[in-house]
């Protein structure tokens, strides 16, 4: 039988604590999980989980900051799913952008997990520690976004207009996104409007974080006078989308 390391009995009172502050939702502060009750519940004897934490205090701490660290990687993954289909048949951008904002709102209580999370970063000043945890976690989001963001205006002929960078962009719209996720948690449902001013190919119903996105991509971004002619299929060979030539 192999014998678990404090480092393996560390990560899984943290894996169970954080699946017990997850289902009891935003509104339940991380001092209100208790470390002899995870440690019951992951099978293990107090005194074990004390090996691991000295005490109640630093246990909470380290709670917070895996919290603030969680991610299940669903924000862009659902973005790319609800996008794919739209880019492959040629969509218009003005599409894209409304049904990728969509997919990007959070709804509590829904998003249990992702709203706790926004929730401690907005603690990150009053700790180290949580605010190293915020720090990483948004470099790491505006990475990825930056990513799918730069992917799809070169393929829509698009580039960045200066003095903005695609990095710029990514931080704007992380920043509308939890802004209206914080209004979210608030009680205030995501407001839509029905738009009679859109393209052909393009629906009316929009939310008012896809009226924002639109806005900012038309003032950041500018027509690329070196865009290559689109390719037949915006899908690779392994599933993925592909930029356009440059």
Not at 87 to 113: F, K, Q, S
Not at 136 to 146: D, G, P, Q, T, Y
Request: glycine share 6%; hydrophobic share 40%.
């Amino acid at each position: 039988m192999t014998r678990r390391t404090t480092e393996d009995t560390r990560q899984l009172l943290l894996d169970v604590a954080l699946k017990a502050l997850h289902e009891r939702g935003v509104h339940v502060a991380v001092t209100h999980v208790r470390l002899s009750d995870v440690a019951t519940e992951a099978g293990l004897t107090t005194g074990a989980a004390y090996r691991c934490w000295p005490n109640q205090e630093t246990f909470h701490r380290d709670l917070a900051v895996a919290a603030v660290h969680w991610r299940d990687h669903g924000s862009i993954a659902n973005t790319v799913d609800r996008i794919r289909t739209l880019v492959n048949d040629r969509a218009p951008l003005a599409e894209v952008l409304r049904v990728g904002a969509a997919a990007n709102i959070y709804r509590y209580p829904d998003d249990a997990p992702f709203l706790i999370s926004v929730a401690l970063r907005t603690c990150a000043p009053a700790d180290s520690e949580l605010g190293a945890a915020a720090r990483e976690r948004l470099a790491s989001s505006i990475e990825n976004f930056s990513s799918l963001y730069d992917a799809l205006l070169h393929w829509y002929g698009r580039r960045m207009r200066s003095p903005f960078t695609i990095d710029d962009l990514a931080l704007t719209l992380a920043a509308l996104s939890e802004g209206f996720t914080i209004q979210s948690m608030a009680g205030t449902s995501h407001a839509t409007v029905d738009r009679d001013d859109t393209a052909e190919g393009v629906g009316r119903e929009w939310t008012l974080l896809g009226c924002a996105v639109e806005s900012i991509v038309e003032r950041y971004t500018e027509p690329d006078p070196q865009a290559a002619p689109l390719p037949a299929s915006a899908e690779r060979d392994d599933g993925q989308v592909r930029t356009r030539p440059r």
